[in-house]
């Protein structure tokens, strides 16, 4: 069965890595968000992006889930020192990512051809894409006025009580080489557990149409966020934040929704929205829970 997941940060990225366990390299697809995206010392960053691969080439801090394993600070606290902007923390060896991967911007190259190139040297199998190669970049509207997203997430520490969302460049903003195709020859598309308003919803708007079955996996559990700032943003936006809530925001979209076993009482109502519904352990604390979980979902995908 071919597989194409969209994803964003951590959550993502642990269900990304589950799918590249039990699927042959060629059947996996993977779609990553690039709306946090944003430019910091004169480098182009693309958390998400880096999230996924680190991740999947088995490189990722196990505490953060984002940046490198085994890092070391010296050039940051080297640039703090100095005066520097010392919010935004990168490690050694993700500085290196990032110079990289500026240099050959600099050059002309995409970001997609460049990720395909990093993928190759960090010996990832899977296809990870960027959603698009223009910039699109994720605004939160916040009581505190408009925020570029890191600026929101990283800076203020999610604290801004949000309003809205908007995805600056997102109507000029054409899939990425590759995205197309991926959909055209998938049988399935896999919402990984990631942040529906700020991580899905922009890779959503430039892929635009879904015509193949979606599944959704929720990202929230119990009423919370396994991590980052989802459920907050659900109750500062009035809603609920519950896996229901998430089902809800995708009705449009999806064929079947996996709610985890805490939340098996909305099973009921999400079957009600004509969204079939599996319920099971979804929270994925090693890699065998990212590989039992992919299964699941790939048996659920199946049964569809
Ligand atoms: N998140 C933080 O909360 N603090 C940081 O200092 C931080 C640095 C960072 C560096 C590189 C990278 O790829 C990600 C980093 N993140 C950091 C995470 C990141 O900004 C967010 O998790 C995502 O944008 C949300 O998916």
């Not at 699109?136 to 604290?159: K, P, S």
Request: a negative charge.
């Amino acid at each position: 069965m071919k597989i194409t997941a969209l994803a964003g940060g951590v959550g993502g990225a642990k269900l990304a890595h589950g799918l590249s366990l039990v699927l042959p390299p060629e059947d996996l697809t993977i779609i990553v968000n690039t709306g946090d995206d944003f430019e910091h010392l004169g480098l182009f960053i693309s958390p998400d992006l880096d999230t996924v691969c680190y991740t999947l080439g088995g490189l990722a801090n196990p505490e953060t889930g984002w940046g490198r394993m085994n890092e070391s600070w010296n050039a940051f606290a080297n640039i703090e020192r100095l005066g520097g902007p010392a919010w935004f923390r990168l490690g050694d060896s993700d500085l290196a990512t990032h110079l990289e991967r500026t240099r050959r911007l600099k050059e002309g190259k995409s970001l997609s051809q460049i990720t395909r190139e990093f993928c190759g040297a960090w010996g990832i199998k899977p296809a990870v894409l960027p959603m698009t190669d223009s910039p699109v970049r994720t605004m939160v509207d916040t009581e505190q006025g408009e925020l570029a997203f890191q600026e929101y997430f990283v800076h203020r520490r999610c604290e801004p009580r949000v309003k809205g969302f908007r995805f600056d460049g997102v109507e000029a903003a054409e899939p990425a080489p590759g995205v197309k195709e991926a959909l055209d020859s998938t049988d399935v598309v896999i919402l990984c557990p990631s942040n529906p308003w700020v991580s899905i919803d922009p890779i959503l708007r430039v892929i635009k149409q879904l015509e193949k079955p979606v599944i959704a996996i929720s990202p929230i559990i119990g009423g919370e966020a396994v991590k980052g700032p989802a459920a907050k943003m659900y109750q500062e936006l009035g809603i609920e934040p519950s896996a229901l809530a998430v089902a809800k925001h995708y009705r449009t979209i999806l064929k079947g929704f996996v709610l985890d076993n805490i939340d098996k009482k909305y099973a009921e109502q999400v079957e009600a929205m004509r969204i079939k519904a599996r319920v099971t352990d979804t929270l994925m604390k090693n890699a065998e829970d990212r590989a039992r979980l992919a299964q699941d979902v790939l048996h659920f995908a199946g049964s569809l």
